[in-house]
Every structure is written in C-alpha cells, then in structure tokens.
T-cell receptor, first 113, second 112 residues
Framework: KAGVTQTPRYLIKTRGQQVTLSCSPI?????VSWYQQTPGQGLQFLFEYFSETQRNKGNFPGRFSGRQFSNSRSEMNVSTLELGDSALYLCASSFGTRQETQYFGPGTRLLVL | GESVGLHLPTLSVQEGDNSIINCAYS??????FIWYKQESGKGPQFIID?????DKRQGQRVTVLLNKTVKHLSLQIAATQPGDSAVYFC???????????FGPGTSLSVIP
C-alpha cells in the first residue's frame, strides 16, 4: 500500500506570495492532519480534516487554511507569506474514527525569501 | 528580533548499549501516547504507542513505559544500532479524537 505523498517536496516563494501544498493520504484513510515543523518551534499542529470537514484546529493565524476533497486528498494554503513561514510542512493520515496512529508523509520544505 | 531555537536534548550511546529517552507530557487528561522517530530529511515514523490504561508496552527492541502519576513517558531501545540515530518525539492525544501534541524531541546519536 502506498504511503502518504506530498507535493511539491521543495518550494521557494517570496514574501507576500501565497502557496498551496498538497497531500494524498494512505488509501482508506479519511483523516488528514497538517503540521508545521521549524527548528524554533518544533512540530506544531495546524489543523485536521475528516470527511471534508475541519475537525480540529491549532493556534495559527487565518492566513493558514486548508480543505479536504471527497477522495480524502487535502490541500493547505498559506496566503501573504512571511519569512517566518519557512518550515517543513508535514501531512499525516489515519482512519480517523478513533485514536489511531498517524502516518506521516515526507513533508514539503518551504523557503520564503 | 532573533528567535531562540529549541535546544534539542541530545543522547549519545555506544552501539550495542541500551538507550532510554525520556519525555514529560503536559495534559493529565491525555489518553493515548505515541513515540515517533524522525530521520534527517524524512517525516516522523511511528515506533510504538501506549494507552493510559497500561504502564508498559513492548515492541521489537523497543519498550515504552508510562508513569501517569508524574506524567512521564520513556522509550527504551535495546541493543542500539547506528540506524537508530534520529530525533525521537513523544506525542499525546486526548480521550476523544483530538489533536496530537508533540514534545520537543530528543536527538539520539549512536557511536559505532
């Protein structure tokens, strides 16, 4: 079974631009969670989607948004990029019906110049 | 201003020795705990999990211990190998399906 895939793997943007990242979960998984990982703040939870609905949300500004499609694929969008948004963005999937292991993708490395 | 980065605790062990990585969790209501391993350039990889109704769980070469009294979690790796070198994260989640909160991580370095 294929693992979680994320595209693109690397991205360079400039301040003020917006970016969209994509995540394809493991087949059959309905929950997708997004995390931001930086050396300064570690792994921080952004939001979680289950059956196309945002079920949980972390403490990030409204510039960070996401959505999930009927096939469970998910996208996250960051608008008006800031230098501090440079990070590794990780997506994790699970069945989502109870406490379960989340399986992570390789991440998208975003650099904001 | 200049940001202060997380100072990752570092553990160095000799190949073949046992490793113990510790973690203090924050929420006494957390019900589910997970250990992840992250190698350079990769996403976190599941190692082992434990629920709050247990105090010990064993996997292949790994054991997780949970002490709810002091909100402490540990990961023991037996016969540590060079391939175990990575950053290890503990994570906690609540009783309902809730967001998973990650600890700051510990960097394990195995000396051949």
């Amino acid at each position: 079974k294929a693992g979680v895939t994320q595209t693109p793997r690397y991205l360079i943007k400039t301040r003020g631009q917006q970016v969209t990242l994509s995540c394809s979960p493991i087949s059959g998984h309905r929950s997708v969670s997004w995390y931001q990982q930086t050396p300064g703040q570690g792994l921080q939870f952004l939001f979680e989607y289950f059956s196309e609905t945002q079920r949980n949300k972390g403490n990030f500004p409204g510039r960070f948004s996401g959505r999930q499609f009927s096939n469970s694929r998910s996208e996250m969008n960051v608008s008006t990029l800031e230098l501090g948004d440079s990070a590794l963005y990780l997506c994790a999937s699970s069945f989502g019906t109870r406490q379960e292991t989340q399986y992570f993708g390789p991440g998208t490395r975003l650099l904001v110049l | 201003g200049e940001s202060v980065g997380l100072h990752l605790p570092t553990l160095s062990v000799q190949e073949g020795d046992n490793s113990i990585i510790n973690c203090a969790y924050s929420n006494s209501a957390s019900d589910y705990f997970i250990w992840y391993k992250q190698e350079s350039g990769k996403g976190p990889q599941f190692i082992i999990d434990i629920r709050s109704n247990m105090d010990k769980r064993q996997g292949q070469r790994v054991t997780v211990l949970l002490n709810k009294t002091v909100k402490h979690l540990s990961l023991q790796i037996a016969a540590t190998q060079p391939g175990d070198s990575a950053v290890y994260f503990c994570a906690e989640a609540g009783t309902s399906y809730d967001k998973v909160i990650f600890g700051p991580g510990t960097s394990l370095s195995v000396i051949p």
